[in-house]
């Protein structure tokens, strides 16, 4: 089988960055003042009497170092 490869020109590269950079809707999340400190974040969650939403993974979600 064999596959034809199309070169990347000007044209051919805005349209593969536009599939995948994220939408708009896709960032909402980035609108979230996100507190990065749990020590802190459970402190502002007690004086505000909320709940506390807690991510936590391999790797930073904020992409901090």
């Given amino acids: ?3 034809q490869l ?3 020109g000007h044209a051919t590269f805005d349209e593969l960055r536009a599939l995948v950079r994220p939408h708009p809707e896709e960032l909402r999340w980035l609108e979230i003042p996100w507190v990065t400190d ?3 974040g459970r402190a502002q969650a ?3 009497n909320r709940p506390i939403f807690l991510w936590a993974m391999n790797g930073n979600p ?3 170092v």
Avoid: D, F, I, V
């Fill in 1 to 3: 089988m064999s596959t």
């Fill in 6 to 8: 199309t070169p990347l």
């Fill in 38 to 40: 749990l020590w802190e």
């Fill in 46 to 48: 007690a004086r505000q």
């Fill in 62 to 64: 904020l992409g901090c």
